[in-house]
């Protein structure tokens, strides 16, 4: 790929999650834009719940910069942002799930110290996520989304500013050797990689799954290489099933063990009520291993899971339907077929160099749109709120230089008390994901160049 003009981006992200699939896209993403040319500086908040070492010994990287809010507040989480853009001093900063990075840039074009280049990058498919753009869209130059859908409903948030919405898709590393052991007919091998959380992940349907292909008399095991919230909740579920025997837990794994678990599984089981990806189904169709998952919203714009053609879909929660289309893979004709146009679809779209080339052009795109003025949303920003007594004696500005001052600290209960990645509220998520789901299914314009790479071979 040609390199580009050298241009710098600062990323502000959060640490507390270093073994999801948005922190696997910036270990891939930041050395690739440097390979293009560009400057990047990742920029990890800290905290009780925010463990940079504990992130870079997973990825590391070696420009970083920590950025610490030393009292908690929402004031200091302002202040500590804008710190670190302000020294950093780059053409772009990219957000990633950190709210106060909104409020931070205001101040920095209010005060005309800086013409830097506010970028959101969207990772899921939320109201609360959207509403926080409508609410900034007077300062957010672009949105680079990783769906097709993300992309078109950002567009309203945007006030209509399609131009401004742009798409850049995750990528994946194709396997040097494709050694997967032998297919066994006598036993379905199920992997289920990633979060284990029900409200997007759903994955109180693997005990039911389970049961209905022993139902059909059907031997499996299932693998779950992942952790998450309702893991407790999961095993559980498993006992009063009665299939935890067929369960093995693998925990997280590192990128070697995980390729393993891709060569000698079945397929891989995907669940989930939404995605914007996700990697690891790209990351099975590049190992060559057979996708059955639910049509999550999400799936429909993207057009890379086409039932039949390079994987098998089931509606969402219909558990029959998914044991049925687990027990298709049981014809080896079927699954080549699958599999094969699998790895087309990965190869013309979903690549490392196809990933970082499309990210560095939106980027590049952020940069050529006309300067927005500051002040011009019809919607009012949600500031920091007050964060107690002194905010309320002194107000925000005095009252945070004097808690820093006396060093008075907040302590969080969870990592998105501690830095959020919104200010808004989901008041119905259910009606929200509904009406994602029909603008799902409206096929974009030009869906026949994505539909290039499903032709059987």
């Not at 680079?144 to 401004?164: A, E, M, P």
């Not at 006309?370 to 019809?378: F, Q, R």
């Amino acid at each position: 790929m040609a390199r580009q003009v050298n241009k710098s981006i600062l990323f502000v992200a959060p640490s507390a999650y270093p073994f999801g699939g948005v922190a696997d896209w910036l270990a891939y993403l930041l050395p690739g834009l440097e390979s293009l040319g560009w400057t990047c500086s990742l920029g990890l908040v800290v905290g009780k719940h925010h463990q940079v070492n504990r992130y870079l010994d997973r990825h590391p990287f070696r420009r970083v910069r920590q950025i610490v809010n030393p009292t908690g507040s929402p004031e200091g989480r302002v202040r500590a942002v804008q710190c670190a853009i302000e020294s950093t001093s780059p053409d772009v900063v990219a957000t990633i799930n950190i709210v106060d990075v909104y409020e931070a840039v205001r101040r920095i074009r209010q005060r005309g110290s800086s013409n830097v280049r506010l970028v959101t990058t969207l990772h899921g498919l939320q109201d609360d996520l959207l509403a926080d753009i409508a609410c900034n869209r007077d300062i957010i130059d672009a949105v680079i989304s990783s769906n097709r859908l993300s992309q078109s409903l950002v567009v309203d948030s945007l006030g209509g500013g399609d131009t401004r919405s742009l798409y850049a898709p995750y990528g994946v590393a194709l396997p040097a050797h494709l050694n997967r052991g032998p297919d066994r007919t006598d036993c379905i091998r199920l992997l289920y990689s990633g979060r284990v959380e029900q409200e997007q992940k759903r994955v109180l349907d693997l005990p039911p799954l389970l049961s209905a292909l022993r139902r059909h008399g059907r031997s499996v095991q299932l693998v779950i290489a992942g952790d998450g919230p309702d893991a407790q909740r999961l095993k559980d579920a498993f006992a009063s099933a009665g299939v935890s025997d067929c369960v093995r837990w693998a925990g997280v794994l590192n990128r070697g063990a995980l390729a393993q678990q891709y060569r000698e599984s079945g397929a891989l089981i995907i669940t989930s009520d939404w995605e914007t990806g996700p990697i690891v189904a790209w990351e099975a169709m590049a190992n060559r291993l057979p996708v059955v998952s639910s049509a999550y919203v999400g799936a429909g714009r993207e057009r890379a899971l086409v039932d039949g053609q390079n994987c098998l879909l089931f509606p969402v929660g219909d558990i029959e339907a998914a044991a049925a289309k687990v027990m298709e893979l049981q014809d080896c004709t079927r699954r080549n077929r699958l599999t094969a146009n699998a790895y087309q679809t990965v190869l013309a779209r979903y690549t490392l160099d196809a990933s970082v080339k499309a990210w560095a052009d939106a980027f590049g795109r952020a940069l050529q749109l006309p300067s927005l003025p500051c002040g011009t949303a019809l919607a009012s920003p949600a500031l920091p709120p007050l964060s107690g007594r002194l905010d309320r004696l002194l107000g925000v500005p005095l009252g945070e230089t004097v808690r820093a001052t006396l060093g008075v600290a907040y302590e969080h209960a969870s990592a998105g008390a501690e830095w959020p990645h919104t200010r808004q509220s989901s008041p119905d998520a259910m009606a929200f994901l509904a009406k994602a789901a029909r603008v799902d299914r409206q096929l974009p314009v030009d869906s026949a160049s994505s539909d290039a790479s499903l032709r059987p071979v």
